[in-house]
């Protein structure tokens, strides 16, 4: 896999050597001015900028060969739960906040940013999520596959060995990386 991007224009470069469509970049833009709108100041616990992590998702989604409302929705993957929307609400999802990125980035990106939490692989989840991947539709798989991806780009950079105390993180993988990169072959 070549570098991962951590920089806008180095996702749009990435697309352009997939030869997509100028559409499809529009879209990726629009995603990733909301997310720089909404994550601006925020920091990941490696002090890498939230953005570049999302960036980054987004650039593994496309080294795999996602369509661009994934791309797009990589780069907004955690937006209501890291985003500051200025309603100064903890609530991760209002109805405000949908409408919000509808009107940014449309229906079919915001629905799978809202499908995505219920999706999330968790260690309480895992035996259903692999007992229900051979019926799982495309989208499911995609968004299993942005999770991985999420994983994925914190250890990319080596990011996980300056979280401090990145447990969180590192035990879960410890727990159930094989099993992820089973499902993730699959």
């Not at 942005?146 to 914190?154: G, V």
Request: proline share 3%; glycine share 8%.
């Amino acid at each position: 896999m070549r570098a991962i991007a951590q920089t806008n224009l180095q996702l749009y470069n990435q697309m352009q050597e997939r030869q997509l469509p100028l559409a499809d970049l529009l879209l990726v833009r629009k995603a990733y001015d909301l997310a720089a709108l909404l994550t601006a100041g925020y920091y990941q616990a490696d002090g890498k900028p939230f953005l570049c992590h999302t960036t980054g998702v987004a650039s593994i989604l496309c080294h795999i060969g996602s369509p661009a409302n994934f791309l797009a929705f990589g780069l907004l993957h955690n937006v209501y739960t890291n985003g500051d929307f200025g309603d100064g609400l903890n609530t991760p999802l209002t109805a405000h906040k949908r409408n919000f990125v509808r009107e940014r980035v449309g229906n079919e990106v915001e629905d799978l940013i809202t499908r995505f939490r219920d999706l999330r692989v968790k260690r309480t989840n895992m035996d259903q999520i692999e007992a229900g991947q051979d019926a799982m539709s495309d989208t499911d798989r995609l968004l299993i596959a942005a999770d991985l991806a999420d994983h994925m780009e914190k250890y990319v950079d080596r990011g996980v060995l300056y979280f401090g105390d990145g447990s969180w993180i590192t035990n879960k993988m410890d727990t159930t990386g094989p099993r992820l990169v089973a499902l993730a072959r699959k």
